[in-house]
């Protein structure tokens, strides 16, 4: 199709469920419009993908959600009631991805304007299908895949806002604070994630070791609940929140990260 600007079939497809939309459809876009609709632009803006593992292709990437104080100790270390308060959600910019290579320690730069900079090791599910008030059972069905990642914090600024009422951006939505490994569709890495070891290491020091199971909701609440405030769409990843004992860096530092049944992941804070 050689359609170049949005009338009335694309503006159906606007307008329509997102089911009207099938996997790769925004390929090349970063909202629910047409892979076909290719506006002449006055210059280039790169897009963001992650490569898939055993494949040659790579996973567009269109928003970045990120769930708040997913398991019970880090709600208390963070000066929260563990108690089962429905998931909160923030959002990356999606240029905020770093994606980091199996086998390699990708630099990760040390931000701006930061004192304490904190990580924080989280599984990543990646969707492959959208849809809005997706119900709990059928939540899992959207799911392509699934990575591990840091969702890396400014702490001391996060902290500060908080303190004033104002919102977190600052600490958490900046360059590069979106590290990812690839992208591994559920198919090949046999089944969708409930339980099993999640751990981080800063220098081969271990500072976070939890389990899955410890997530105050699972992978397929998170879908549903987050597809109650925001139509899901093919290509958007979610960062399911961090275990306890969060913690700084300083440039120098290497951190691992682990989740049973994914590749390790390293990056040098430099
Ligand atoms: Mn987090």
């Known amino acids: 199709m050689s359609q170049r600007y949005p009338q009335a079939s694309t503006r159906r497809r606007w307008l329509g469920t997102g089911a009207a939309l099938s996997t790769g459809a925004v390929m090349g876009c970063a909202g629910p419009v047409s892979a076909d609709y290719r506006p002449k632009t006055p210059f280039a803006v790169a897009m963001t993908s992650v490569p898939i593992a055993g494949s040659d292709q790579a996973f567009p990437v269109r928003r970045i ?29 999606t240029d905020a991805i770093q994606f980091v ?27 492959g299908q959208g849809g809005r008030n997706v119900s709990i059972e059928r939540a899992l069905d959207l799911v392509y895949g699934y990575s591990l990642g840091l969702d890396m914090t400014r702490r001391d600024l996060q902290r500060a806002m908080g303190d004033e009422k104002k919102p977190w951006e600052i600490g958490k939505s900046f360059d590069h604070s979106a590290v990812i490994g690839e992208i591994h569709p559920v198919v090949r890495i046999g089944g969708h994630f409930s339980d099993g070891a999640i751990w981080l290491k800063v ?5 976070q070791d939890a389990t899955l199971r410890h997530m105050l909701w699972s992978v397929a609440e998170q ?47 430099v």
């Open 203 to 207: 220098n081969g020091t271990t500072r």
């Open 65 to 93: 959600y990120c769930i708040g104080r997913n398991y019970a100790a880090h709600s208390r270390e963070m000066g929260s009631d563990p108690t089962r308060e429905p998931p909160f959600f923030f959002q990356k910019p």
């Open 223 to 269: 879908i549903s609940k987050l597809s109650e405030a925001n139509e899901l769409f093919p290509g958007d990843i979610i960062y399911s929140g961090t275990p306890e004992n969060v913690g700084p860096v300083v440039r120098g530092d290497v951190i691992e990260i682990h989740i049973d049944r994914l590749p390790n992941l390293s990056v040098k804070i």
């Open 101 to 127: 290579r199996p086998g390699t320690v990708a630099d990760h730069p040390y931000p701006t304007l930061t004192k304490n900079y904190h990580y924080e090791v989280e599984l990543v599910v990646a969707l």
